[in-house]
């Protein structure tokens, strides 16, 4: 994984269900990680492994949805991206990256999850 969350940012993480009671327009959107057209979007954390959050995979909007997303699983994620670099091609293996300009901010206010949901 490309820039791995520092244990300071997980931290500031609420719990797993500690912002059951807020609309999911109003949950803070505290780390974002992406790869190729997949992101996810994250608002909880269980402290060990288990995220919840928004994740639109593979820019497919009408399939996004809010659920449990793996630390482990999105640190272990590969995926081959064949490149042409001098008239050779290769293939390459991207790791999940964790955006490290993200400020948190409110569901409402993060395009992507707006444009998945219709807001």
Request: include cysteine.
């Amino acid at each position: 994984m490309w820039n791995t969350p520092t244990k300071s940012a997980l931290t500031k993480i609420p719990r797993l269900y500690e912002t059951e009671g807020v609309e999911a327009k109003d949950k803070l959107i505290y780390l974002h990680f992406f790869i190729g057209g997949s992101d996810w979007y994250i608002a909880e954390f269980d402290g060990e492994d288990t995220f919840f959050g928004f994740a639109c995979l593979n820019g497919w909007k009408d399939c996004a949805e809010w659920g449990y997303i793996s630390y482990k699983e999105l640190k272990e994620l590969r995926v081959k991206q064949p490149i042409l670099f001098d008239d050779v091609r290769e293939v390459v293996l991207l790791e999940v990256e964790c955006d490290e300009y993200w400020d948190a901010r409110k569901a409402k206010d993060v395009k992507l999850i707006g444009e998945c949901l219709g807001w």
